[in-house]
């Protein structure tokens, strides 16, 4: 199976141990192929939020399997220092296959690249294995009266209503090697 044109491929991108899988933007119309993983990784209003929001993220990138996307990863520049991570899903079929952990990389790497400081997500208090995923690639729990990441610290406080929290989701962020702490006014 061929990809369609409107999706483009950075180079063959990291591999999931194991599974041959190929890393690919999802634009335009052709995003539309996300939203059976997404419907496998969520239920009630995330849900309704992710499909909505993978039509209107600045990337949406996926993991294919045999021209199949098995994962999905949504993303947006929430300021041009600030990366956020929205939504990570797997298809059940393939999950515990690194799929997850190889968009979270793949999504800190294109953040990194396009100068963001921060990478910010969030994830139902919950769900053990996205907690454990974020941790293991250095994010941390952001406290709400931590200072802002322009004064050093990770608190997102002006960029909570962009990232769409809801009740029993914990917020997370990781300082992007290499970028600086220096001082600045908070955002507002």
Do not use: C
């Not at 044109?5 to 991108?13: K, Y």
């Not at 194991?18 to 059976?36: N, S």
């Not at 991570?85 to 396009?114: K, M, N, P, Q, W």
């Amino acid at each position: 199976m061929s990809l369609p044109s409107e999706t483009r491929s950075e180079g063959a991108g990291p591999k999931a141990p194991g599974l041959p899988v190929e890393l690919v933007d999802l634009v335009g119309p052709d995003r539309e192929r996300g939203v059976p993983v997404l419907k496998g990784g969520f239920v009630g209003i995330y849900r309704w939020h992710a499909k909505r929001t993978l039509r209107t993220a600045t990337w949406v990138r996926a993991a294919l399997f045999r021209g199949e996307v098995v994962a999905v990863s949504v993303l947006e520049r929430l300021a041009p220092e600030v990366g956020y991570v929205y939504y990570l899903s797997t298809s059940l079929s393939h999950r515990r296959e690194g799929l997850g952990g190889l968009l979270l990389d793949d999504a800190i790497a294109r953040f990194r690249r396009d100068g963001a400081q921060v990478v910010y997500a969030a994830a139902e208090e919950e769900n053990a294995a996205s907690l454990a995923l974020f941790r293991s690639r250095g994010f941390r729990m952001v406290d709400r009266k931590e200072t802002s990441y322009r004064e050093g610290g990770l608190g997102a406080w002006g960029l909570r209503s962009r990232m769409t929290l809801v009740g029993g989701e914990v917020l997370f962020g990781v300082r992007l090697s290499g970028a600086p702490a220096e001082p600045g006014p908070p955002l507002r």
